[in-house]
Nanobody
C-alpha cells in the first residue's frame, strides 16, 4: 500500500524559508515520478513542481528561482525547499507520486506566510 506523509509546514514570515519533506512507502520510490502541488483557500489545486526518477526538475513560473525540489532515494523522501516566501504562497502543500499510470497523494501540510 502506497503511503505519502508530508511534514515541515508551519507559519513563516514573508521572506522566510521552509523545507517540506514527503516520506514515501509501499512503492519502488527510486523509480517514481514525484511532484508537489498546493491548494490555497477557494482556489484549485495547482502544480508547484516535479522531479523525475533521475532527478530532473520542473517548476511553475510562480515559484521558479525560489523553490527547489530534491529527492533522497536512500531515504524514500522528496523535499521542497522554499525560500523568499510570499503571502501568496500560503496553501496546503501536497506530495504526489506517480507509479506507471496511477497517482497517489499525501494528506497535505499547511504553509502560512504572514507577518
Amino acid at each position: 500500500q502506497v503511503q505519502l506523509v508530508e511534514s515541515g509546514g508551519g507559519l513563516v514570515q514573508p521572506g522566510g524559508s521552509l523545507r517540506l519533506s514527503c516520506a514515501a512507502s509501499g512503492s519502488i520510490f527510486s523509480a517514481s515520478f514525484m511532484g508537489w502541488y498546493r491548494q490555497a483557500p477557494g482556489k484549485q489545486r495547482e502544480l508547484v513542481g516535479t522531479i523525475t526518477n533521475r532527478g530532473s526538475t520542473n517548476y511553475a513560473d510562480s515559484v521558479k528561482g525560489r523553490f527547489t525540489i530534491s529527492r533522497d532515494n536512500a531515504k524514500n523522501t522528496v523535499y521542497l525547499q522554499m525560500n523568499s516566501l510570499k503571502p501568496e504562497d500560503t496553501a496546503v502543500y501536497y506530495c504526489y507520486e506517480l507509479i506507471t499510470t496511477v497517482g497517489y497523494w499525501g494528506q497535505g501540510t499547511q504553509v502560512t506566510v504572514s507577518s
